[in-house]
């Protein structure tokens, strides 16, 4: 049996029937046993660690993180942050809550505890989107007072990259356009290597070059937020940075977060002044050859438009060309689309229920701009 964390206060929820579950609030903003657990299981992802709570917090956001266990083992949970916006207290549950698979009587007890904690916590709205891997038959918020909206424009869906079968099927899989180019790069004296903290100013500059194509913001934010992370993580060896070269001038960055079973593809940078996007390639190709090397299961691009993977859903033979080039990008390397759960909202108050019920677009204009900035 392991031992509960001396951090750990026992929470006395309210209502709910008789459960083999302890349900704790783990109180540090710390808690190296919570993201152990994440990383066991096929749900867990890094915006559920406590981790990401950390650097979270250097922004404002505050964390409340709820645990069960079952005879001393951790089976389930989530972590909410919040941050006080004058009147308004919004909370977001990002991958959340977390459970093993096939424990649906776990996760009907972690709807109810989250409901409870957003009354506990008096937020004004909570919004909230399940982890990936979580079934979407089972993503209904019907009788539970959640709402399906998505004001916040969280990102509804994603490409996965299959990478258990090692490096070599990895490339297999890309098309043989694809490879030309990669060739084609490396003889040009396209070159990758491996970035250290002294490159996070220069990839920040490529970021934010893309962004601002995009007409998009950067996240992280900032310079200082992209070393902050970059201290959180560097030491449980979950970040890494990857720089495509030219002539011994970064044109292109790669940043990568491994976590459990998942290698996410998460945030990149092109220079503007270089519209050649071989480097871009080169760097995918690098860090899914890498991820299946290293034993991860999947590589996460981290988004795909919801249009153009509901599209080959539907019809897997779609013809390519009429995909948007971001999207040919990632389908080029092989894998396949992922919907994921639908974003939820929920009101403690249930007058504030009833009004996004009776004037939805007219609330979800006023709400798209308050979970932004917890993403």
């Known amino acids: 049996m392991s031992t509960i964390p001396t951090s750990y206060r026992q929470l006395r929820a309210r209502g709910l029937p008789s459960t083999p579950f302890d349900a704790w609030v783990s109180t540090e903003l710390l808690d190296p046993k919570w993201d152990d657990y994440l990383r066991s299981i096929p749900t867990g992802q890094f915006q559920q660690s406590a981790l990401w709570a950390a650097y979270k917090a250097s922004d404002g956001w505050k964390h409340y993180r709820v645990v069960l266990t079952h005879e001393g083992e951790i089976d389930g949970g989530f972590q909410i942050l919040w941050k006080k916006k004058g009147p308004v207290r919004v909370g977001y549950i990002n991958k959340g809550p977390v459970c093993r698979s096939g424990k649906t009587e776990t996760a009907a007890l972690l709807k109810t505890l989250l409901a409870q904690s957003a009354q506990t916590l008096r937020l004004t709205l909570l919004i ?21 909206a998505n004001p916040a424009h969280l990102i509804e869906a994603t490409w996965l990259v299959d990478v258990s079968d090692g490096a070599e099927a990895v490339r297999a899989r890309m098309s043989q356009r694809l490879k030309k180019h990669m060739q084609m790069a490396s003889k040009a004296g396209v070159s990758i290597r491996e970035g250290t903290v002294a490159d996070l100013d220069r990839f920040f500059a490529l970021m934010k070059a893309t962004c601002d194509r995009l007409g998009t913001t950067p996240n992280p934010p900032t310079p200082q937020a992209l070393r902050r992370l970059w201290d959180l993580l560097t030491p449980t060896h979950t970040i890494r940075l990857t720089l495509a070269e030219l002539n011994g001038t970064a044109i292109g960055g790669l940043l990568c977060i491994p976590w459990g079973n998942r290698y996410s593809l998460w945030k990149k940078g092109r220079d503007s002044n270089n519209p050649n996007t071989d480097g871009d390639k080169l760097l995918t190709a690098e ?13 996460d691009y981290c988004s795909f438009s919801k249009s153009s993977a509901l599209k080959l859903r539907s019809d897997p033979n779609a013809d390519f ?10 389908i080029r390397f092989g894998g396949y689309p992922k919907i994921l759960p639908s974003a939820q909202l929920y009101f403690p108050n249930p007058l504030l229920r009833a009004l996004h019920r009776f004037f939805p677009e007219g609330c979800n204009k006023i709400l798209s701009k308050l979970g932004k900035s917890a993403q």
């Open 321 to 330: 060309h009429s995909f948007s080039g971001n999207d040919q990008f990632k």
């Open 287 to 299: 860090a899914l050859e890498r991820a299946g090397a290293s034993g991860y299961e999947l590589a």
């Open 128 to 148: 909230a989107q399940e982890p990936d891997e979580t079934p979407i038959d089972a993503n209904s918020p019907r009788g539970t007072g959640f709402i399906e």
